[in-house]
């Protein structure tokens, strides 16, 4: 009994534990974000591992893929020399998942080959028509055939360093570089649950 009591005061700690997604940029010189969606909670992390190349992260719209929102939040260029062993990383935090987050690459031509990634994507706004749309941009950005509605407003902020540490903070979230994979999300969760767990049954010894 005081066992089932125990476990189910830590499962209150289990559920708030943030997750924290890996996303590469450029792996192996492709243009693309692996995975290129993820769907995230609030108060969880998602960080960029670049791997090659010069590539950003940058917020836009879904109605205009290939330009960046006003205000919205940006890595900045973040290039990586061939052959590099440290590589440079960014990170946000997710404070809002009201609506839908996208992002695009702004080196040149990038989003336009379809390097564009999204956070909870939705079925009428699906990943898969903001990458057409991406694809089908112009040169400067301009939607040539944009699908109806646009992204949400700047929901979250992030910061990063050639050294994959840092943070940052800002009214809307709080950014922090990681290098934990997106698989280790439910380790996450179930590391805080066991833990608790473990605690508390150390104190009925």
């Known amino acids: 009994m005081r066992f089932s009591t125990v476990l189910a005061a830590a499962l209150p700690i289990a559920a708030v534990s943030a997750a924290n997604f890996q996303v590469q940029v450029g792996a192996n010189g492709g243009l693309a974000y692996d995975p290129p969606m993820v769907n995230a909670s609030?108060?969880?992390?998602?960080?960029?591992?670049f791997m090659a190349k010069n590539h950003t992260v940058t917020q836009s719209t879904f109605a205009a893929p290939c330009e960046n929102m006003t205000n919205g939040i940006d890595s900045g260029f973040q290039p990586v020399a061939a052959g590099a062993t440290s590589l440079p990383s960014w990170s946000f935090t997710v404070n809002d998942t009201s609506a839908p987050l996208w992002f695009y690459c702004r080196q040149t031509g990038h989003c336009q080959k379809g390097m564009v990634f999204a956070?909870?994507?939705?079925a009428a706004k699906t990943f898969a028509n903001f990458q057409a749309a991406a694809n089908n941009s112009q040169a400067d950005g301009t939607p040539a055939a944009s699908p109806s509605g646009s992204g949400s407003a700047p929901a979250a902020s992030g910061s990063g360093s050639p050294a994959?540490?840092?943070?940052?903070?800002?009214?809307?979230?709080s950014g922090t570089s990681s290098n934990a994979s997106g698989a280790m999300a439910n380790g996450v969760r179930a590391g805080s649950l066991l833990a608790a767990i473990g605690f508390a049954a150390g104190l009925l010894l």
């Open 119 to 122: 956070v909870n994507p939705t």
């Open 164 to 173: 994959a540490s840092g943070s940052g903070a800002s009214p809307s979230a």
């Open 42 to 49: 609030v108060g969880d992390t998602i960080s960029f591992v």
